[in-house]
């Protein structure tokens, strides 16, 4: 296996990991999600990203793969405001309204986060 081929491996085994987190945070129910296991696993992906070599930080699949993992970071906040516990039952009901998405927090998948 060439050397660009192993770097892609590695890459992607990053990624798949990332997105086998996001499925499993996804299939949580809301009440069990713990926004601090979000942090702490995207942070370390990050890491492990941050931490890539310079040449494979030039290419685009690499650049594509740190943004989905950034933008699921940049989400974060929003969902801690909505784990928040100043969030009343008539809040998640405008939400709805304004979303025009129905949805129950005690059923499975309401965390939406997958990619």
């Known amino acids: 296996m060439n050397e660009q081929t192993r770097k ?56 594509k793969v740190k943004a989905k993992v950034q933008g699921f970071i940049d989400a974060i906040p929003l969902i801690v405001s909505l784990k928040g516990d100043a969030l009343r039952p008539r809040h998640w009901e405008q939400l709805m309204k304004v979303t025009g998405v129905e949805f129950d927090t005690n059923t499975r998948g309401v965390v939406g986060v997958s990619q």
Do not use: C
Not at 27 to 53: K, Y
């Open 8 to 63: 892609l491996t590695a890459l992607f085994e990053i990624y798949g990991e990332h997105k086998s987190q996001v499925q499993a945070w996804s299939s949580l129910l809301w009440s069990q999600l713990d926004v601090h296991l979000l942090e702490q696993g995207t942070a370390e992906t990050m890491e492990r990203l941050r931490n890539a070599p310079a040449e494979l930080k030039k290419l685009s699949t690499f650049r």
